[in-house]
Nanobody, 124 residues
């Protein structure tokens, strides 16, 4: 089992940047593939990005391609989401999630482990 804690959210102007972190407990972090999801008020939770256990494979939703970068540091048990060129439509609560498999998963139902979320607000 793994426990996840997100940090790094905040208020930023359109065009700005933020880096989210997801710190995981446990000694087997490297055996988990990870993902970022987001949920805006009144909307369903949306997949944002995912990364395989080694970091060698990544996948993004089209709306963030070229602006967001997912990465992980297995030595630090931490995953990151670098968000550049932020837009007001990126405003949401961002959640990290983990699945005990090597390959990428892009559906929230696939992930059994979730963090509590961190709020990102982008002003216009």
């Amino acid at each position: 089992q793994v426990q996840l804690v997100e940090s790094g959210g905040g208020l930023v102007r359109a065009g700005g940047s933020l880096r989210l972190s997801c710190a995981a407990s446990g000694r087997t972090f490297s055996s988990y593939s990870m993902g970022w999801f987001r949920q805006a008020p009144g909307k369903e939770r949306e997949f944002v990005a995912a990364i395989s256990w080694s970091g060698g494979n990544t996948y993004y939703v089209d709306s963030v391609k070229g602006r967001f970068t997912i990465s992980r540091d297995n030595a630090k048990n931490t995953m990151y989401l670098r968000m550049n060129s932020l837009k007001p439509e990126d405003t949401a609560a961002y959640y990290c999630a983990a699945i005990n498999q090597l390959g990428i998963a892009t559906t929230d139902n696939d992930y059994p482990y979730w963090g509590q979320g961190t709020q990102v607000t982008v002003s216009s």
